[in-house]
């Protein structure tokens, strides 16, 4: 007898690793490696999340409708064409299996999100690299890469891990000189914690266009991470497909809840980018002091380089690791002279100057 065999592209996938959460040995971390939100989320989301304790035994609205008509309510949008899903994770799979398959193609830039070609191979689509320059995104790069067979290009804007971002500018001139029949999918996690004049998250383009999507997610600045909750907002059609695709409660009723009361604590929300505004250019500011060498971010992340100093990114990470403190290693996104560092508490960030500081001093 023989094994069942996947799919064609199921085995070249190289499974998702998410940031560390534990050190053998150490009870006290601090955990710097997911990007999840300094504060925690917010009170009114903890107290929604709690009081649907007493549902659980209820399936929850498959149609996430107090959600979406919430995040319509937020951002000014038309909450017909919101979909939600199990954080971003689960919609760009969905993006994915809908529009790629066999023989076709799925263009992102060299350092863009690994669950692109993740969802790409498990469609049995082929991933496609554009090489970056300094660190960001590529226009004319995506451009040029693309063909009769680019069914889906994948922009992450700000992008993880690197924390640059493109122009509102060139987001319009990657969709124009994209094929009509490629679908651009603008992922912008960290959107909030933008504040540059120059920046969109894509959303005039969803507007204009038949085949532009924006996807968001709670994971970030809504600090909701452990209840996997993203969503995304597309034109009618592409929605309708979104939600033929989907898992009928694919939204816990406790996420839905939480997502709810998350977006309406505007004062909290607030809050989280004033603590990432401050502490972001600080630590920015003291690594730089030390010899490092940082990467411009508009997220609430820092790459941190250590090239020319005479010491690894990998030792770095372990002295760190010694101190209680878990970095995210980004080797497998090939950076490996790299290490991001999420803005965490002041004591959290100080806490990693200090290590760094002892780390550069051998």
């Given at each position: 007898m ?6 064609p ?16 040995g ?12 300094a ?10 999340y709690a ?10 609205d498959?149609g996430?409708t ?7 309510r937020r951002?000014?949008?038309d909450?017909e ?18 529009y ?5 193609e799925v263009?992102?830039s ?11 191979h ?7 690299v ?10 004319e ?35 124009d ?7 651009l999918?603008?992922d ?15 959303l ?6 038949d ?31 979104l939600n033929?695709v ?8 406790a996420?839905q ?17 004033a603590?990432n505004?401050?502490?972001?250019p ?18 609430n ?12 990114a990998?030792?770095?990470?372990a002295?760190l690791?010694?101190?209680?403190i878990i ?23 100080r ?12």
């Open positions: 023989s094994n069942p065999v996947p799919r592209g199921v085995l070249s996938i190289e499974p998702y690793v998410g940031g560390k959460s534990a050190l053998s150490v009870s006290k971390i601090i955990k710097l490696s997911s990007n999840e939100g504060l925690g989320p917010s009170p009114r989301a903890m107290e929604a009081r649907t304790a007493g549902e659980l035994h209820r399936y929850p498959g996430a107090a959600l979406r008509t919430a995040i319509g951002f000014g949008l909450a064409r919101v979909v939600c899903g199990a954080g971003s994770d689960e919609l760009i799979a969905l993006l994915t299996k809908a790629a398959g066999p023989g076709d263009l992102y060299q350092y863009g999100f690994v669950m692109y070609p993740i969802a790409t498990a469609a049995g689509a082929t991933p496609v554009a090489a970056e320059k300094g660190y960001r995104t590529d226009v790069a995506l451009i040029a890469k693309a063909s009769s067979r680019t069914k889906i290009c994948f922009v992450a804007n700000p992008n993880n891990p690197t924390g640059s971002y493109i122009t509102a500018a060139e987001l319009r001139r990657l969709r000189g994209l094929p009509p029949h490629t679908l999918v603008v912008a996690a960290y959107a909030e914690y933008v504040s540059r004049n120059d920046y969109s998250a894509g005039e383009l969803v507007e204009a266009c085949n532009v999507v924006m996807m968001r997610t709670f994971s970030k600045i809504f600090a909701l991470g452990g209840l996997r909750l993203g969503w995304a907002y597309g034109p009618a059609g592409i929605v309708d497909v033929r989907r898992g009928p409660f694919n939204v816990s009723s996420a809840a939480a997502g709810v009361a998350a977006l309406e604590d505007l004062a909290f929300t607030d809050r989280a980018r603590h505004d401050a502490w972001l600080w630590l920015d500011g003291e690594l730089k002091a030390l010899g490092l060498t940082t990467l411009p971010s508009v997220g992340f820092l790459l941190v380089g250590f090239q020319g100093t005479g010491r690894s990998a030792d770095a990470n002295h690791n010694r101190d209680g970095p995210r290693a980004v080797a497998n996104y090939g950076l490996p002279d790299f290490l991001r560092v999420t803005i965490g508490t002041e004591a959290e960030m806490a990693v100057v200090a290590s760094l500081a002892t780390f550069m001093k051998g």
